[in-house]
């Protein structure tokens, strides 16, 4: 169980091992269970004193996460049996120093039937016929593509499609040369962190955040700080209070209806976090994984991008939530040096991203079909969408906003719901979603969960719903007890 300590943080010692410790057995990284290391064991490794470990253990067993065996040692709360099996042949990994904080996608592993916890497109909507005839067809014209490595920037042509769509359909106007294409968003995520963040950089996300972004912060060692959200987005008034306390390296933000919560950011508060980056020298990360997908014939807000004009803003801009997850293509927009910091890391992940997907994507960018596709898209996510918003309006005490776009609804639960034991009732009835814990940094709050009504079918959407909306009453009706207090 490997944990850092940031000792220039205005956290105390033992509540960031305090913390760690929560998100890992949050994330299911630590299982109910497992026993944790000693004191002494703990405090050897981080050069803590044994009552600084003490001190977090205790806060621990306070909130319920661990329970203590006098002369035994500290385990995980929960129903599993504490010794493993002495045939267990993987009981050696158990001494192993764990180099992962935390991860969102341990929480959810088993997906069920009625899945609202991943945001991701049901395949009917997907274009998937076209590709997958337009990637025999490359094949047969150019097999040579299977045996060569794509560009570390990508391929040229993509790139130069890349910049038409997002002329077209954001606004916004970039360079192809200035593109570099990753394996997904998330690729982007994790290759800006590690080119240009170090152990104990700070770094500002909003409050919820996209869980997935927290994960790579987080495992990276950084300072991570939250910063909550009102109606327009991420607050600038607090960003520039951390600015005035410490100096940020990066701010991560999701403007464009915002994972998990839908908000859409305003105008001045996209200006604001520019001129606020341009002030105080930081980087914004600017993840634009669903801007196309907007309702009720909204006239979007440009990109962060647009507004910039010094390089503080690396844009991304993922292709998986609209047209095809298999192919995982996105693009990072990155001027002055650090584009050639970025390409260099990026040629040491992976040498470049597979060719055959990007040139699959170009015949679909080329002609109309995205723009008829997105069209079609936005019709069937706002049904969705709606039909989600009517069935869950039934229940009076589930607090939510509509969202003008994007695939989720964040939903506010009452003070005797708790959302892991919904969680554990939901999947009694093959219906999972994604708990709100996963998406803060630090006090995970478990009155939130995350709705994501874009993979079902329309069929199966009313069902789900009606059967979680149950579940949900009953939940409350029987003010089930925590299995973590907090």
Same mark, same amino acid.
């Given at each position: 169980?490997?944990?850092?300590?940031?000792?220039?943080?205005?956290?105390?010692? +033992?509540?960031?091992?305090?913390?760690?410790?929560?998100?890992?057995?949050?994330?299911?990284?630590?299982?109910?269970?497992?026993?944790?290391?000693?004191?002494?064991?703990?405090?050897?490794?981080?050069?803590?004193?044994?009552?600084?470990?003490?001190?977090?253990?205790?806060?621990?067993?306070?909130?319920?996460?661990?329970?203590?065996?006098?002369?035994?040692?500290?385990?995980?709360?929960?129903?599993?049996?504490?010794?493993?099996?002495?045939?267990?042949? +993987?009981?050696?990994?158990?001494?192993?120093?764990?180099?992962?904080?935390?991860?969102?996608?341990?929480?959810?592993?088993?997906?069920?039937?009625?899945?609202?916890?991943?945001?991701?497109?049901?395949?009917?909507?997907?274009?998937?016929?076209?590709?997958?005839?337009?990637?025999?067809?490359?094949?047969?014209?150019?097999?040579?593509?299977?045996?060569?490595?794509?560009?570390?920037?990508?391929?040229?042509?993509?790139?130069?499609?890349?910049?038409?769509?997002?002329?077209?359909?954001?606004?916004?106007?970039?360079?192809?040369?200035?593109?570099?294409?990753?394996?997904?968003?998330?690729?982007?995520?994790?290759?800006?962190?590690?080119?240009?963040?170090?152990?104990?950089?700070?770094?500002?996300?909003?409050?919820?955040?996209?869980?997935?972004?927290?994960?790579?912060?987080?495992?990276?060692?950084?300072?991570?700080?939250?910063?909550?959200?009102?109606?327009?987005?991420?607050?600038?008034?607090?960003?520039?209070?951390?600015?005035?306390?410490?100096?940020?390296?990066?701010?991560?933000?999701?403007?464009?209806?915002?994972?998990?919560?839908?908000?859409?950011?305003?105008?001045?508060?996209?200006?604001?976090?520019?001129? %606020?980056?341009?002030?105080?020298?930081?980087?914004?990360?600017?993840?634009?994984?669903?801007?196309?997908? +907007?309702?009720?014939?909204?006239?979007?807000?440009?990109?962060?991008?647009?507004?910039?004009?010094?390089?503080?803003?690396?844009?991304?801009?993922?292709?998986?939530?609209?047209?095809?997850?298999?192919?995982?293509?996105?693009?990072?927009?990155?001027?002055?040096?650090?584009?050639?910091?970025?390409?260099?890391?990026?040629? %040491?992940?992976?040498?470049?991203?597979?060719?055959?997907?990007?040139?699959?994507?170009?015949?679909?960018?080329?002609?109309?079909?995205?723009?008829?596709?997105?069209?079609?898209?936005? !019709?069937?996510?706002?049904?969705?969408?709606?039909? !989600?918003?009517?069935?869950?309006?039934?229940?009076?005490?589930?607090?939510?906003?509509?969202?003008?776009?994007?695939?989720?609804?964040?939903?506010?639960?009452?003070?005797?719901?708790?959302?892991?034991?919904?969680?554990?009732?939901?999947?009694?009835?093959?219906?999972?979603?994604?708990?709100?814990?996963?998406?803060?940094?630090?006090?995970?709050?478990?009155?939130?969960?995350?709705?994501?009504?874009?993979?079902?079918?329309?069929?199966?959407?009313?069902?789900?719903?009606?059967?979680?909306?149950?579940?949900?009453?009953?939940?409350?009706?029987?003010?089930?007890?925590?299995?973590?207090?907090?």
């Amino acid at each position: 169980m490997k944990l850092m300590l940031h000792k220039e943080s205005n956290m105390p010692l +033992y509540e960031q091992i305090y913390m760690q410790i929560v998100q890992r057995v949050q994330g299911g990284i630590l299982k109910a269970g497992e026993q944790l290391p000693s004191l002494r064991t703990v405090a050897g490794d981080l050069q803590v004193s044994l009552l600084t470990v003490r001190k977090a253990y205790k806060l621990l067993e306070t909130k319920g996460y661990v329970f203590i065996q006098p002369g035994k040692g500290v385990y995980v709360r929960g129903k599993r049996k504490i010794t493993a099996k002495p045939e267990d042949p +993987y009981e050696w990994q158990r001494s192993l120093p764990v180099h992962v904080a935390r991860s969102q996608y341990l929480m959810n592993r088993q997906k069920k039937y009625y899945d609202f916890s991943q945001a991701v497109l049901f395949p009917r909507l997907l274009p998937t016929q076209f590709l997958a005839d337009e990637m025999k067809e490359v094949i047969n014209r150019n097999q040579m593509l299977l045996a060569t490595y794509g560009p570390v920037q990508g391929d040229e042509e993509l790139r130069a499609e890349i910049t038409k769509y997002l002329k077209d359909h954001q606004g916004l106007t970039v360079n192809p040369s200035d593109l570099l294409i990753t394996s997904g968003v998330q690729q982007g995520i994790d290759l800006i962190a590690q080119t240009l963040l170090k152990p104990g950089d700070t770094v500002m996300v909003e409050s919820p955040c996209y869980g997935a972004a927290i994960d790579v912060f987080m495992n990276k060692g950084m300072n991570v700080i939250s910063i909550e959200l009102d109606e327009e987005g991420i607050r600038s008034d607090v960003v520039e209070a951390i600015c005035q306390k410490k100096k940020p390296a990066l701010l991560y933000i999701n403007p464009s209806f915002h994972n998990p919560t839908g908000t859409l950011m305003s105008v001045q508060r996209r200006r604001e976090l520019v001129d %606020l980056a341009e002030m105080y020298h930081f980087f914004i990360i600017e993840d634009d994984s669903f801007g196309e997908i +907007y309702f009720d014939d909204l006239t979007l807000p440009p990109p962060v991008k647009q507004f910039d004009k010094s390089g503080h803003v690396i844009y991304l801009k993922g292709f998986s939530k609209t047209l095809a997850p298999g192919v995982r293509v996105a693009a990072v927009a990155a001027e002055g040096p650090v584009f050639d910091w970025l390409y260099g890391v990026k040629a %040491l992940m992976d040498i470049g991203s597979p060719l055959l997907t990007q040139k699959a994507m170009i015949p679909f960018l080329k002609t109309n079909r995205m723009k008829n596709h997105l069209e079609k898209l936005r !019709t069937a996510l706002q049904i969705r969408r709606d039909m !989600t918003v009517e069935i869950l309006s039934s229940l009076t005490t589930a607090a939510f906003t509509i969202p003008k776009g994007g695939f989720n609804l964040w939903v506010g639960l009452p003070d005797s719901i708790h959302s892991l034991v919904l969680l554990n009732e939901a999947k009694k009835q093959n219906i999972s979603f994604l708990p709100g814990s996963a998406c803060f940094v630090h006090d995970p709050e478990h009155q939130y969960i995350r709705i994501s009504y874009s993979l079902l079918s329309d069929k199966d959407l009313q069902i789900g719903m009606k059967k979680l909306c149950e579940v949900m009453r009953d939940v409350q009706d029987k003010h089930s007890p925590y299995p973590f207090k907090s």
